[in-house]
């Protein structure tokens, strides 16, 4: 699928990922909240506090001016983004043993929502060249808010895999993780996916077929681009 020949503001970009995710957070029942996702080991609810932690880290390195170097962008951010095995599955369990704790998925929900409301209001109005830190790097704040968007959008994915009647994630979200797919291949990519199955196959969600492995020829060992 081709890229949008103009590409929308970042803070846009997150407004539109974050009230597509949080339109179906706040639909989540109690007993829809312990049903599988796309992510491995990780129920709907365990997901939800993992990205309202997402959104805790933005809204911080929001208003975290940072005086190094810029280190990263929107696309180099993600390089190195693939966690050990031990330290991914100690978040896991982290995860699993906080979102447990709500007694009520009512209240991980709206506590989800307002955080979100608050990381879209300050990226309205954040100065998108001005260096922020978060992970141990520098980005600016408009890479970092598109990040944010990416980040968001391929959990969204994850979150509906078992709510076959909840909305899928924004196409201004799904256009950012597209440009930053291609970006880390450093190519358009070759293959007729739309854009949700190009970040589920990016992204180690999906397997590739030989077909897909012909057209991205050597690109094909790259993939999961991150994970």
């Given at each position: 699928?081709?890229?949008?020949?103009?590409?929308?503001?970042?803070?846009?970009?997150?407004?539109?990922?974050?009230?597509?995710?949080?339109?179906?957070?706040?639909?989540?029942?109690?007993?829809?909240?312990?049903?599988?996702?796309?992510?491995?080991?990780?129920?709907?609810?365990?997901?939800?506090?993992?990205c309202l932690g997402d959104a805790q880290r933005g809204l911080v390195a929001l208003h975290t001016p940072a005086e190094r170097t810029q280190d990263r962008d929107?696309?180099?951010?993600?390089?190195d983004w693939r966690p050990d095995p031990v330290g991914a599955a100690n978040g896991r369990r982290f995860t699993r043993v906080?979102?447990?704790?709500?007694?009520?998925?009512?209240?991980?929900?709206?506590?989800?929502?307002?955080?979100?409301?608050?990381?879209?209001?300050?990226?309205?109005?954040?100065?998108?060249?001005?260096?922020?830190?978060?992970?141990?790097?520098?980005?600016?704040?408009?890479?970092l808010i598109c990040t944010l968007a990416v980040e968001a959008t391929i959990h969204h994915l994850d979150l509906v895999v078992s709510l076959p009647d909840a909305p899928g994630p924004s196409p201004e979200g799904l256009g950012q993780v597209r440009r930053t797919l291609d970006g880390l291949l450093g190519r358009p990519v070759p293959v007729p996916w739309d854009d949700a199955q190009y970040a589920r196959a990016a992204t180690g969600r999906a397997p590739l077929s030989?077909?897909?492995?012909?057209?991205?020829?050597?690109?094909?060992?790259?993939?999961?681009?991150?994970?």
């Open positions: 699928m081709p890229q949008d020949k103009e590409v929308p503001q970042p803070a846009d970009v997150l407004r539109a990922a974050y009230g597509a995710f949080d339109a179906v957070v706040m639909t989540i029942t109690d007993e829809q909240s312990w049903l599988p996702t796309g992510c491995a080991g990780w129920s709907v609810r365990d997901l939800v506090f993992h929107a696309v180099t951010y993600w390089e906080v979102a447990s704790m709500f007694l009520r998925v009512d209240q991980l929900c709206e506590l989800y929502s307002e955080t979100a409301a608050a990381v879209v209001n300050a990226a309205a109005s954040a100065a998108v060249d001005q260096p922020v830190a978060t992970q141990g790097h520098v980005l600016n704040a408009g890479d030989d077909a897909d492995r012909d057209r991205l020829g050597a690109d094909a060992d790259r993939f999961p681009l991150f994970a």
